[in-house]
């Protein structure tokens, strides 16, 4: 498969964010001209094509990911936040998208968590709200918040009894950002809170969470919470193939007190090498697969099935649990060197570290992936 122009930018790119990962941790956010030099066209490739996007297949979407990752850990987040949330414009009445998306290059993000509470007034919804895991919002033109409306009185409810989620389109300059980010790991993404004060949002400015598309393409079908999933597995995954590149730099020059040869010699070191590789390499596959077969049922039926909704998030977080034991293995066996601060390695247990705290691949999925394979549970709206 050709690689996307999106993916050939990031890749042009990928030397120079690398080369300023210390500049990125330190200042708890991407440098606003890194994203310039990236371009937030890059961001587009979610957006459906009549909003002026290049609507790129998942599998594609997922490269892009994995490549800003593989360069930088935070870079690799705050881009697959800004490509996820560019999904709801195939969920936006077509005023609001085209208002949104069809501009030119536009970055969205924030979160979908129902943390924000909206009561209807005139011409719309006015929202009181306060949200974690702002990643990348500081960059945005947009900012959406899962709300939930109380309808005379009562929250409505969806088929499965979670209550319904309205995510509310906030102009920038509605929203206050907390400048309040200082995790150990992922530290440039600028996951800062955010929130909002009685913020006026006009009828229809917002998309129903698990809802229909209000558009006919093949990638507003596509499970939203399946390809979010598999879109936070590609960033421990990218991680995972730099830190199995630099450790590749690493052993040949690395020679252990009180002994004459490099470690590259060490069977414990090769076959570290060989499991790392395998790991995630399968991981990758597994995921793309998964990403594949429910493409293709959406590009013939029209949906996915739950089997395929279910095998995608079982492989999102399967690849984030991997992704992090293969990193652990390099780590160990770079000795001393893995932990100084000039070295790469550290950086990457960190920030892999911190991908596996996400709601959309922590253990809980396997837990609700296995209830499903298991019991009669319905499923949540997250599938």
Known sequence: MEPTTELLKVRSCSASISGRADEIESARNLPSDLVDEIGRDVFM??????????????????????????????????????????????????????????????LTGGATAPTGRGRRVDG???????????????????????????????????????????????????VQIHDNWDPVGLAGTGSNDFEVVEAFVPEGRWALLGGPPMIDSPLARFPFFGLFGASVAAVPLGIARRALDDFRELAPTKIPAWRSRPITERPLVQAAVAVAEARIDACWSYLQSALAEAWESVLAEGEATMAQRRRLRLAAAHATHEAVVAVDSLFLQGGGTSIHRQNNMQRCLRDVHVTTQHMMVNPSTSEQVGALELTDRAPNVLF
């Open 124 to 174: 719309g919804i006015e929202v009181t709200g306060k949200w974690h895991w702002g990643s990348g919002t500081a960059h945005c033109g947009w900012i959406t918040g899962g709300t939930v409306v109380a309808e005379q009185g009562d929250n409505p409810r969806l088929a499965g009894g979670e209550p319904e989620v309205y995510l509310m389109m906030f102009k920038a300059d509605q």
């Open 45 to 106: 490739a979610a957006v459906p094509e009549c909003y002026g996007g290049s609507e790129r297949t998942p599998g594609e979407l997922l490269e892009i990911v994995e490549e800003l990752a593989w360069a930088d850990g935070s870079a690799g987040w705050c881009g697959m936040i800004w490509l996820v949330s560019a999904l709801i414009a195939g969920h936006l009445p077509t005023e609001w998208a085209t208002e949104i998306y069809g501009q030119g290059p536009v």
